[in-house]
Each structure stands twice: as C-alpha cells, then as structure tokens.
Nanobody, 126 residues
Framework: QVQLVESGGGLVQAGGSLRLSCAASRRTFSPYAMGWFRQAPGKEREFVAGMSWSDGVTIYADSVKGRFTISRDNAKNTVYLQMNSLKPEDTAVYSC???????????????????WGQGTQVTVSS
C-alpha cells in the first residue's frame, strides 16, 4: 500500500501562485506515472497534469497549459504542481494520484491511477 499526502493548498488572489506537494509514504516508491486532478463543487473530477516517473514526460490539460508545471523529486518520492497566474476557475480540491501498472506514461483518465491522496483545497479569489 502507498499513501499519498498532499500539501500546499490555500487561499490566493487571482494572478497569484501556489505550489502543491504530494509525498508518498513508502520509502521505495517507483510508480509508472503520477497525475494531478481537481474537482470543483458540483463538477466532475478533471485531469490537470501528469508525468512519467522514469523519464519525466509531461502532459497538461489545455486549461492549465502554460500556467501550471508538474515536477518530481525522485529522492524525496514527491511530485509537485507549481500553479502560476491562478484564476477563480482554478478553485477546486486538488488530488494527486499514482499509476503503478499499465503504461509507463501518464494518463488523463482517473481510472488508470491506482492510489490517491486525500486532496488539498485551492481557493482563488477574484
């Protein structure tokens, strides 16, 4: 079992920045890929960004491309989401997810991921 713990959420004004972290509890952690998803009230969960763990290939949702950056620190078993130029529509609970089977590349589909964190709230005020 792997536990994923997110941190770094909070309240920020539009145009501001936040950096989310997702740390894995297990000392040896080698997922195939990691992803960030978000869910706003009354909406379905949506893909935000993903990264392959071995070679760092990244993919982004069109809505965040150019503003958000996913990165990883393999030694710390941690994945990050740097969020810049935040907009009120970015307000959501952000969750990280780990893919431990199937393809080595990140997926936009939530059901391709095997472990999930509890989520961290990001609120962007206008």
């Amino acid at each position: 079992q792997v536990q994923l713990v997110e941190s770094g959420g909070g309240l920020v004004q539009a145009g501001g920045s936040l950096r989310l972290s997702c740390a894995a509890s297990r000392r040896t952690f080698s997922p195939y890929a990691m992803g960030w998803f978000r869910q706003a009230p009354g909406k379905e969960r949506e893909f935000v960004a993903g990264m392959s763990w071995s070679d760092g290939v990244t993919i982004y949702a069109d809505s965040v491309k150019g503003r958000f950056t996913i990165s990883r620190d393999n030694a710390k078993n941690t994945v990050y989401l740097q969020m810049n130029s935040l907009k009120p529509e970015d307000t959501a609970v952000y969750s990280c997810a780990a893919r431990i089977g199937g393809s080595y590349y990140p997926s936009r589909r939530s059901y391709d991921y095997d472990y999930w964190g509890q989520g961290t709230q990001v609120t962007v005020s206008s």
